[in-house]
């Protein structure tokens, strides 16, 4: 049977390297991914994780992937190395790829209060949690309360993690900067809205743009009727209802773009009517204080692609209003019923009595859940103290509203702000509240089931004043792997080299394999620049740690297989983390064509280093040539783009030098981090790993 050999040299992660954790990498976390280069020959891999503290050792067998992630085993304050190697078959082993050494950071969450009321009833995942005191911070536990992952001391401020697993906040880093910014759990800002916006809450499209939210201002007047008119009219306000004498502010909600260009705004001041305010909580005692009226105090945004529309909380007029995008037009006002609010009765859903809400969202099913955090409750129930509520309400033929399921806190945990509710995927609520009833505060998460029994229960100290607490399934959910098959060693021109040996067939197989616990789409662009290989493009959804095998067919034709080899080109893009773009080129050799392979002996380089390394900002990039010819020397990023073509001519045989500045083929200085080096010849590839600290 005739074969068809493929010598598939990769580059963009250095050969036969591990990936991460990179070696001298600090974690922030303790449910770690390992990953590493796919290596020839392999039936499965074999981890081995080495404790240093303790000189404990862990192995991980029959890894059928080039990624782990290991939720055990790690602990915070400590440091590790890993290694890895294939199995081929028998008692035969690769060699070891490795080590590499990193350590995890020290946990930074106080005490907490973990019970676990009924195990086999909480929805399986951790949990995700942060606020704004005593300093802006975030966490994540798991059931047992033991503290997975925190944000460095970042001062970020979770408010939101999308179906995909991204991570949306504020952070006082950098201020105001990151008042709006998406993250991974790395603590890379992946887009920050570079302008200070309020901090409430921001959604992104699938257009990659961002809803967020800033305050606007314009004078309005005092009420005549306030438990404070005499004071502001002591003050020399006429407070009579009708003169616009005081500062007033709401907020605006802007749609940026990833450059953060305001592509859209939408006022209160041009759509809602200033006669409805709150004239019965505690907004115009803030007033008085801070000389400036928090009217809307807006401060949750969804929005639906469905509908085209947006989902306004607007805390201060107890009120949720529908807003027709990009019309801005207002379709919906849901709030309390005159007078609490002065047109109320023109809205709808009166009778749901919600006030001083946080965190609306919309469900699959098309209901609705907030966390009612009830601040004049006492005034609308027939109950003397305040108490707090996790509601999910429906909205009938945009007229009628009628609550669904609704959760009621004890007094002893009302929260006056703050708060959220979560649907879980079991039909738990996970629920959050800052529990101001009691003395002292007990900020408290609960999942209760759709029949009311708690079954978790986490309780912070009063320092806590958390704003939001999410169930998440996992911890990075970027993590996918791309395999090859078949793939093994060969030997070209007495070489040794890596290779895809395929029969006569013509295929070449890739697995593209999600390893998260987000079902997550993936873009693929499987192409090389001489048509060997018939181009393949295609966005998939994987579910999530499923996979999706890509098959490539090899065209037969001799008639485009002119010259000696062509160069396959993979890449493949997890869409809502392109961060984590692997994009992988490979040289392909047709043996059929033995002439193509045997008479294309060309340069042979040894002996290559660069000096120093880390570098800044220049460094030597010293090789040997053994046999003069054409040469090609590239720089590329992390992501695998080119940045700088270091040089590209014919070389004469003995050693070489060339100089790398840090700089791209524009002459502009690049940033720190690592860069890979390319030497390429009509024979082989070589491959370096160089650093660049400023």
Same mark, same amino acid.
């Given at each position: 049977?005739n074969?068809i050999? #493929? ?10 390297e591990? /990936? ?21 020959? *392999?039936?499965s891999?074999?981890?081995? #994780? ?13 890894l059928? !992937? =080039?990624v ?6 790690i602990i ?6 890993w290694?890895?190697?294939a ?7 690769s060699?070891w790829?490795?080590p590499?050494?990193?350590? !995890? ?6 005490? @907490?209060y973990?019970t ?9 995942? &951790? ?18 309360? +033991?503290?997975?992952?925190?944000d ?8 939101h993690?999308d179906?995909?697993g ?13 008042t709006a ?10 887009w ?10 921001m959604?992104e499209?699938? @257009?990659n743009?961002?809803f ?6 314009s004078?309005?007047?005092i ?9 502001f ?9 009708t ?10 909600? &802007?749609? &940026?773009?990833?450059e953060g ?20 909580g505690?907004t ?14 807006s ?6 692609? +469905? ?7 607007s805390r ?11 019309s ?6 849901? =709030? ?6 002065? +047109?109320?009765?023109?809205y ?11 965190? /609306? ?7 609705? =859940? ?11 129930f ?5 108490i707090?509520?996790?509601i ?7 007229? !009628?509203?009628?609550? %669904? ?10 929260g006056h702000?703050?708060g ?6 079991n +039909?738990?609520? &996970?629920i959050f509240? @800052?529990g ?13 089931t759709?029949?009311?029994? /708690? ?23 970027? *993590?996918?792997?791309?395999? $090859? ?23 070449i ?8 616990e987000?079902?997550?789409?993936y873009?693929y ?7 060997w ?8 959804? /994987? ?8 098959q490539?067919?090899?065209n ?12 396959l080109q993979?890449? %493949? ?8 773009k692997?994009?992988q ?18 340069p ?7 000096v120093?390394?880390?570098f800044?900002p ?13 040469i ?8 695998? @783009?080119?940045?700088?073509t #270091? ?21 502009? $200085?690049?940033g =720190? ?9 009509s024979s ?9 600290l400023?």
């Amino acid at each position: 049977m005739n074969k068809i050999i #493929l010598f598939l040299a990769l580059f963009g992660i250095v050969n036969a390297e591990l /990936i991460r954790p990179a070696h001298g990498q600090e974690l922030n976390y303790i449910h770690v991914v390992f990953e590493w280069e796919q290596l020839p020959d *392999a039936i499965s891999y074999q981890l081995e #994780l080495h404790d240093l503290s303790s000189n404990s050792f862990f192995t991980f067998d029959s890894l059928s !992937t =080039t990624v782990l992630l290991l939720e055990s085993n790690i602990i915070w304050e400590n440091s590790y190395q890993w290694k890895v190697r294939a199995w081929l078959g028998e008692d035969n082993y690769s060699e070891w790829m490795g080590p590499a050494t990193f350590h !995890t950071k020290h946990s930074r969450l106080g005490y @907490r209060y973990i019970t676990n009321h009924e195990d086999s009833l909480i929805q399986p995942g &951790l949990t995700i949690f942060g606020g704004a005191s005593p300093n802006r911070h975030s966490f994540v536990i798991d059931k047992h309360g +033991n503290e997975i992952w925190n944000d460095d001391g970042y001062k970020f401020k979770i408010n939101h993690v999308d179906e995909y697993g991204s991570l949306y906040g504020n952070s006082d880093h950098s201020f105001p900067e990151n008042t709006a910014c998406k993250i991974n759990y790395d603590m890379n800002i992946l887009w920050a809205s570079n302008i200070r916006v309020d901090p409430h809450d921001m959604k992104e499209t699938s @257009r990659n743009t961002y809803f967020v939210m800033k305050n606007t201002y314009s004078n309005g007047p005092i009420p005549s009727d306030n438990s404070l008119t005499d004071i502001f009219q002591g003050l020399g306000f006429a407070a009579d209802d009708t003169t616009n004498e005081f500062p007033w502010y709401g907020q605006r909600i &802007l749609e &940026l773009s990833e450059e953060g260009d305001i592509l859209w705004e939408w006022n209160p001041f041009d759509h809602f009517q200033m006669d409805d305010f709150d004239n019965h909580g505690h907004t115009w005692l803030d007033g008085y204080i801070y000389m400036e009226y928090d009217w809307t105090h807006s401060n949750a945004l969804w929005f639906d692609e +469905n509908e085209s529309a947006i989902y306004l909380s607007s805390r201060h007029l107890s009120r949720v209003t529908k807003i027709d995008y990009p019309s801005g037009e207002i379709l919906l006002n849901i =709030t309390l019923p005159s007078p609490y609010i002065s +047109n109320g009765d023109s809205y709808i859903g009166n009778n749901l009595l919600f006030n001083f809400q946080h965190h /609306i969202v919309k469900l699959d099913n098309g209901n609705y =859940t907030l966390f009612d955090n009830g601040n004049i409750s006492n005034q609308l129930f027939e109950h003397e103290q305040r108490i707090s509520r996790g509601i999910e309400f429906e909205i009938l033929e945009d007229s !009628t509203c009628n609550i %669904v399921w609704e959760y009621s806190l004890p007094p002893a945990l009302y929260g006056h702000a703050c708060g959220s509710m979560q649907v879980l995927e079991n +039909n738990n609520r &996970l629920i959050f509240t @800052r529990g101001v009833g009691a003395n002292p505060d007990r900020p408290t998460i609960l999942e209760v089931t759709h029949d009311k029994q /708690i079954v978790w229960e986490m309780r912070g100290t009063q320092s806590y004043g958390w704003y939001r607490a999410l169930r998440i399934p996992s911890l990075h959910p970027d *993590a996918f792997s791309v395999m $090859l098959s078949p793939y093994s060693k060969i030997d070209v021109n007495e070489i040794e080299m890596s290779g895809v040996i395929i029969d006569s067939t013509g295929i070449i197989k890739i697995s593209i394999k999600n390893e998260s616990e987000y079902s997550q789409p993936y873009e693929y662009t499987i192409k090389d620049k001489r048509k060997w290989i018939r181009a393949v493009h295609g966005i998939d959804t /994987i579910d999530a740690l499923g996979s999706l095998e890509v098959q490539l067919n090899y065209n037969n034709s001799q008639m485009i297989r002119k010259t000696p080899y062509s160069e396959l080109q993979i890449s %493949v893009t997890p869409v809502k983390h392109p961060y984590a773009k692997k994009y992988q080129e490979l040289m392909i050799f047709d043996q059929l064509n033995n002439s193509s392979i045997d008479n294309t002996r060309g340069p042979i380089v040894s002996n290559i280093d660069n000096v120093p390394n880390p570098f800044n900002p220049n460094t030597t990039l010293k090789y040997e040539l053994l046999v003069g010819g054409p040469i090609n020397i590239t720089i590329y990023d992390l992501m695998g @783009r080119e940045v700088k073509t #270091l040089f590209d001519g014919y070389q004469e045989a003995g050693a070489r030098a060339i100089l790398w500045d840090s700089t791209d083929d524009n002459g502009i $200085l690049l940033g =720190t981090g690592f860069y890979f080096y390319t030497i390429r010849t009509s024979s082989e590839l070589k491959k370096g790993k160089m650093l660049f600290l400023k």
